[in-house]
């Protein structure tokens, strides 16, 4: 369950949806082939960004033996409007985002990697699709091999109430952010943490001075 703000209440906002805005854009991929890659790194770009930037990212992150995996949203944006407006006024494309995400995720999947060696990341409006996704999947997948987030948090409107069900089963993640960031309000880089922390997940957070 999320428990969103009551003047904000949106049943859709639970949804993933393969279909919609980003249905039939493509996921690069690099590094290790799948099948025979023993991690998969699945990476979201951030606003008017590449898949190819985050492919970049992956092959400084990645070891041998690791495939990276990179979604491309429609129109280089996963959804309109900011992280903290109205959930009703990022639809349908927040849906259809997690959709995009989720099915990089089955790839891995489907090429025998377990869910416990997928790690998911992104930077700043895909930090936060994939923040989101993993906090809505605690239900159904648990532990995945981890987190990383730069620049971003849980979506929803200030005041949300975040509570997801499930566990994820001690899944490492990092929050990393300016504590000055102008996108990303620091108090919501805690909120995230508190919620992924309730979920059971290992959590590192960092907010950099100033930065």
Known sequence: MIMNDPHDS????????????????????????????????????????????????????????????????????????????????NQPWLDSALGALDLAVRRALDAGIPIDRIILGGFSQGACLASEYLARQAASRGRFGGLLAYSGGLIGPPGTRFHYDGSLGGTPVFLGCSDVDFHIPAERVRETASALRHLDAEVEMVLYPGM
């Not at 290790?32 to 979201?44: D, E, F, K, S």
């Not at 770009?45 to 992956?58: E, P, T």
């Not at 949203?73 to 006024?89: H, K, T």
């Open 10 to 89: 949106d049943p859709a906002a639970v949804r993933i949806d393969h279909d919609g805005p980003h249905a039939g854009q493509p996921v690069l991929t690099a590094g290790a082939p799948m099948p025979g890659a023993t991690v998969a790194l699945v990476l979201a770009h951030g606003r008017g960004a590449h898949a190819s930037d985050m492919i970049g990212l992956g092959e400084a992150l990645a070891l041998p033996g690791v495939a990276i995996l990179a979604p491309q949203a429609a129109d280089q944006a996963w959804y309109p409007e900011r992280f903290i407006a109205p959930i009703a006024r």
